[in-house]
């Protein structure tokens, strides 16, 4: 397992109540683990789980995508935001 | 050869006018000439409708088309710096068009003041070039995109809420994803905050729309840097902004996708569960007989002093409360074993009745329901219209936000 830093913006970061958070995950993992494991780490972002993106090191992941996680990979939480 | 000739990339007028763009490498003349022949719709005149509008119009565009059917209100001057106190009340679209040509006078300004549907959309559009979403509403969101794709318009999108910005050029180029290849469902409305509820600060919005702005001349000068494919986020609380690299267009997106299965605007108030405006709607989950208006509220206080209880956050809470309200947050009722609401509330035993209000009467309703359980032996009903409903029937010296 690694520690890794989960970045939370907009009405995650409304729901969870921090901007940012180390979570463990496995080091070899993929998309459906880490959406799975912030889920049930943080359960009130199932209101949002069907518009939530992730993104890996600044990129977008895919359902299907592998990832390999190192010491400063970088996990972010995205809705969308509407405002205007 | 005569000292009478030469041969101009742009007009003595243009060359004077602009001539601090003109000097920026990779912009130039080719930049402000195609600036110049573009026509960009904006739809949306607000918080990121104003720097969008005043910054092309500075620069040069040669149309601007401005979609919104509201007035100028107080509450939006903060944020909403293109409107001066005089314009309240007036339409937003003419006030903003006024705005643009006392600033320059040689770009030409077209007002559609219309609620922008799935009806019209069209026939607005494809008058344009490049638009740039500067909505306040899910709802208008996928209509816009999806009429941008329709008619191969790029799309310039922005949005912003309390601290946070976000910012992405849609549909520009054949990988680039449109705003339904990342978001192919529509939020939970319960989910979606609007700025009338979480609030915005100028700054923000004015930041995410000059990006906007400066988009739309990259767009226009054909500069390749823009942030067609990428989400740049902006936290201005802490500062720092991240620019994320999105995915590809989705081959089985239902707009842009290869066999698209829509081929022209839907029901978009339908498909989002949510009506096409940032206005909050009125819920009514209680019944009637566990509601209280104003009025009777006026009358119980005026009796007896009440127990009441204030759900809205605290920096609401600060702006103004009735002085017999103790603040506990929705999310407190939610969250607060039984005991600690009472010892808050300040009730013993032989308390019957509790009042519970909120801004605007839906969050009450929410909480009445909550506190039920928690508390069942206190009949709770919550004040119909909350402090906004105070404010105008009771008493019209009561801050209003």
């Given at each position: 397992m690694i520690s890794i830093k989960v970045l939370f913006f907009g009405e995650a970061f409304q729901l969870v109540g921090k901007r940012e958070e180390s979570v463990e995950f496995p080091v070899e993992t993929d998309y459906d683990e880490i959406k799975k494991t912030v889920l049930e780490k943080y359960p009130s972002l199932s209101k949002i789980e069907s518009v939530m993106m992730l993104a890996v090191d600044q990129e977008y992941a895919n359902p299907g995508d592998r990832f390999e996680l190192e010491r400063f990979t970088e996990i972010a939480v995205i809705p969308p935001l509407s405002g205007g | 050869m005569g000292d009478i000739g030469w041969v101009a990339g742009i007009s003595k007028k243009d060359a004077g006018r602009y001539s601090r763009q003109l000097l920026v490498n990779d912009f130039g003349v080719t930049g402000q000439k195609n600036l110049k022949s573009s026509r960009v719709l904006i739809v949306g005149a607000g918080g990121l409708g104003c720097p969008v509008a005043i910054y092309l119009g500075a620069a040069g565009v040669g149309c601007l088309g401005i979609v919104d059917y509201d007035y100028v209100s107080l509450d939006n001057l903060h944020r909403q710096?293109?409107?001066?106190?005089?314009?309240?009340?007036?339409?937003k679209a003419e006030s903003l068009a006024e705005n643009i040509k006392s600033q320059n006078n040689d770009v030409d300004v077209t007002v559609h003041t219309v609620s922008l549907d799935s009806s019209n959309a069209v026939e607005i559009f494809k008058n344009y070039n490049i638009v740039c979403d500067?909505?306040?509403?899910v709802a208008t969101r996928y209509l816009i995109n999806d009429v941008c794709v329709l008619l191969n318009i790029p799309l310039v999108s922005g949005s912003a809420l309390r601290w946070d910005g976000q910012l992405s050029v849609y549909h520009?180029?054949?990988?680039c994803p449109c705003y339904r290849c990342l978001f192919p469902k529509p939020p939970d409305p319960s989910t979606v905050t609007n700025c009338n509820e979480g609030g915005v600060l100028g700054p923000i919005v004015g930041t995410i729309g000059s990006m906007q702005a400066l988009e739309v001349m990259k767009i226009a000068a054909n500069?390749?840097?823009?942030?067609a494919g990428k989400l740049l986020l902006f936290d201005g609380r802490e500062g720092k902004s991240r620019t994320i690299k999105l995915r590809k267009r989705?081959?089985?997106?239902?707009?842009?996708?290869?066999?698209?299965?829509?081929?022209a605007p839907i029901d978009y108030v339908l498909f989002c569960g949510?009506?096409?405006?940032d206005k909050t709607e009125n819920l009514k989950?209680?019944?009637?007989?566990?509601r209280v208006n104003v009025e009777e509220y006026r009358d119980i206080r005026g009796n007896q002093k009440q127990f009441l209880l204030d759900t809205r956050p605290p920096v609401e809470f600060e702006i103004a409360h009735l002085p017999e309200a103790i603040n506990i947050t929705l999310d407190e009722c939610r969250s607060l074993p039984s005991d600690q609401i009472s010892s808050r509330l300040g009730i013993?035993?032989?308390?019957n009745d509790a009042y519970v209000i909120c801004h605007r009467g839906n969050d009450s309703q929410r909480a009445v329901l909550l506190l039920r359980e928690k508390l069942n032996s206190i009949r709770f009903r919550d004040i119909i219209g909350g402090y906004e409903e105070w404010a105008q029937k009771?008493?019209?010296q009561f801050p209003l936000y």
């Open positions: - | 710096v293109a409107y001066k106190e005089t314009q309240v009340g007036q339409s500067c909505t306040d509403n520009y180029g054949p990988d500069v390749t840097s823009t942030l989705d081959p089985n997106c239902a707009v842009c996708g290869d066999n698209p299965t829509i081929t949510a009506g096409a405006h989950l209680l019944d009637p007989c566990d013993n035993s032989s308390v009771i008493n019209d």
